[in-house]
C-alpha cells in the first residue's frame, strides 16, 4: 500500500469518526432536550425544602453536561493535532517535492504547530 492510499485511508477513518461524533452529539442534544422539559416540569421549587437545595440540584444538572461537552472538545481537539499533522507531513513532502515551498517546508503554519519536526 502506498504512502498516498495510507493518507487517504487514514482520512477517511477520521471522516468516520466524525460522523459518528456527529451522531453521538445529534443523541446528546435530543436527551438534553426531552431532559430539559422534564427539568423544567418536575424540578420546580415545591420539590425542593429550600431554594439552595434547588439551586444545588441544578448546578449538579450543568456541571453534568458540562462533563460530556468537555470530554467531546478534548476529543475534538485530538482528532485536529492528529490531522494536523497528517496534513502538515504531506504539504512538508509536496513542498519539499515540488521545490519553492515555505522556508524548512513546515506548510502555511509556520512555527505555530512544531509537531514532530526540527522547529526554530
Not at 502506498?2 to 477513518?13: E, G, I, N, V
Not at 421549587?45 to 468537555?70: A, G
Not at 504531506?90 to 509537531?115: K, N, R, V, Y
Request: with cysteine; glycine share 10%; aromatic share 6%.
Amino acid at each position: 500500500m502506498s504512502r498516498t492510499d495510507s493518507y487517504h485511508k487514514m482520512l477517511q477513518a477520521a471522516a468516520n469518526f466524525q460522523s459518528n461524533i456527529a451522531l453521538i452529539l445529534e443523541a446528546k442534544s435530543a436527551e438534553a432536550a426531552r431532559s430539559s422539559q422534564w427539568i423544567c416540569q418536575h424540578l420546580a421549587s415545591d420539590h425542593f425544602e429550600s431554594h439552595s437545595d434547588q439551586i444545588k440540584k441544578t448546578i449538579e444538572i450543568h456541571e453534568q453536561l458540562l462533563e460530556v461537552i468537555d470530554g467531546m472538545t478534548k476529543m475534538e481537539v485530538a482528532l485536529a493535532k492528529n490531522l494536523q499533522v497528517l496534513l502538515g507531513q504531506s504539504e512538508a513532502e509536496s513542498d519539499s517535492s515540488g521545490g519553492g515551498g515555505t522556508e524548512g517546508g513546515s506548510g502555511d503554519f509556520g512555527d505555530m504547530f512544531p509537531f514532530g519536526g526540527g522547529s526554530k
